[in-house]
């Protein structure tokens, strides 16, 4: 049941993404934004992790998760050192993926040419 949890949630975002970018102006990077900025929402009240609870690790793969992430490592870490903490713990748990985003992007610039 939990891989169909996990099968739903991710296309449930993917469908919705694909609705808004379909039936509205905004660009893919508009709804990249949007959908970080509501998985930080949620996991500012907790509701995040309740969605990982019940759905798994498919909550985890979308971007709503990076979100999820940042807020997550902020919040952490200002228990931790209080409001300074927030600044320091916001990249704690995202470094990783960050890094490897920026460095898979210039492999494949080097790979790839544009069309045009």
Known sequence: MLLINSFLFCGL???LSQLILDNTK?????????????????DTFSIYDRII????????????SFGHSLIHGALAQAEK?????ILMGM??????????????????TLIFKPRN
Do not use: R
């Open 53 to 64: 609870e019940v759905v798994g690790g498919g909550a985890l793969l979308p971007i709503t």
């Open 13 to 15: 975002i993917c469908m």
């Open 91 to 108: 990249f704690d748990l995202t470094a990783a993926g960050i890094v490897f985003a920026i460095i898979f992007s210039f492999i494949f």
């Open 81 to 85: 050192t209080g409001v300074l903490g």
């Open 26 to 42: 905004l660009t893919p990077g508009h709804i990249t934004s949007i959908l970080v900025v509501i998985g930080a929402f949620l």
